[in-house]
T-cell receptor, first 116, second 112 residues
Framework: AQTVTQSQPEMSVQEAETVTLSCTYD???????LFWYKQPPSRQMILVIR??????QNATENRFSVNFQKAAKSFSLKISDSQLGDAAMYFC?????????????FGKGTKLSVKP | EPEVTQTPSHQVTQMGQEVILRCVPI?????FYWYRQILGQKVEFLVS????????KSEIFDDQFSVERPDGSNFTLKIRSTKLEDSAMYFC??????????FGPGTRLTVL
């Protein structure tokens, strides 16, 4: 079974600085999707970024980028120029590619604090 | 921009009562999901639904739970006889294909 591990329960960053959140996963599949979701205090789950495993190029969305290392099964999220609004729980998630097994498997999350 | 909506935002119920949580997925989406998150814990998959039937369910989704798409827009989760441990945030999600899932704002269920 696939598992997702986030080894940093909490992280802190100074406003305008850069922070990297770690995620590792375990799977025997070669094709899959990886996601980072943000959950602010409102508890809504907001998609931050996604990565298809067959793509070698790391995904980027404005200040958010990933470092996808397929062989190492690592998928870290880098937040540049951190803003106060980035403070939230961040969940890494895995999804099987195609077929009916569409459910997301989440890590336990990393709570990010942003200091002014 | 289209979004997934959920009602109610907060539901308080007595143990043993039935509750129905409602979701309106994004209109052209075909795959629907329910997840739950107990406070302070990770998000857990409950069930997926496609083509008017359950396509996959977790071991959490026992006989107390059921899902339905009663019309062309709503997607519901019913808990027949709630237990204290059912208290959680319940998220509905939908996707047009089999990749990115978009989540609703959640329903906070409190069982007393």
């Amino acid at each position: 079974a696939q598992t997702v591990t986030q080894s940093q329960p909490e992280m802190s960053v100074q406003e305008a600085e850069t922070v990297t959140l770690s995620c590792t996963y375990d799977t025997s599949e070669s094709d899959y999707y990886l996601f980072w979701y943000k959950q602010p205090p409102s508890r809504q789950m907001i998609l931050v970024i996604r990565q298809e495993a067959y793509k070698q190029q790391n995904a980027t969305e404005n200040r958010f980028s990933v470092n996808f290392q397929k062989a190492a099964k690592s998928f870290s999220l880098k937040i540049s120029d951190s803003q106060l609004g980035d403070a939230a729980m961040y969940f890494c998630a895995y999804r099987h590619y195609g077929g009916s097994q569409g459910n997301l498997i989440f890590g336990k999350g990393t709570k990010l604090s942003v200091k002014p | 921009e289209p979004e997934v909506t959920q009602t109610p935002s907060h539901q308080v119920t007595q143990m043993g009562q039935e509750v129905i949580l409602r979701c309106v997925p994004i209109s052209n989406h075909l795959y629907f999901y329910w997840y739950r998150q107990i406070l302070g814990q990770k998000v857990e998959f409950l069930v997926s639904f496609y083509n008017n039937e359950i396509s996959e369910k977790s071991e959490i989704f026992d006989d107390q739970f059921s899902v339905e798409r009663p019309d062309g827009s709503n997607f519901t989760l019913k808990i027949r006889s709630t237990k204290l441990e059912d208290s959680a945030m319940y998220f509905c999600a939908s996707t047009v294909s089999t990749d990115t899932q978009y989540f609703g704002p959640g329903t906070r269920l409190t069982v007393l």
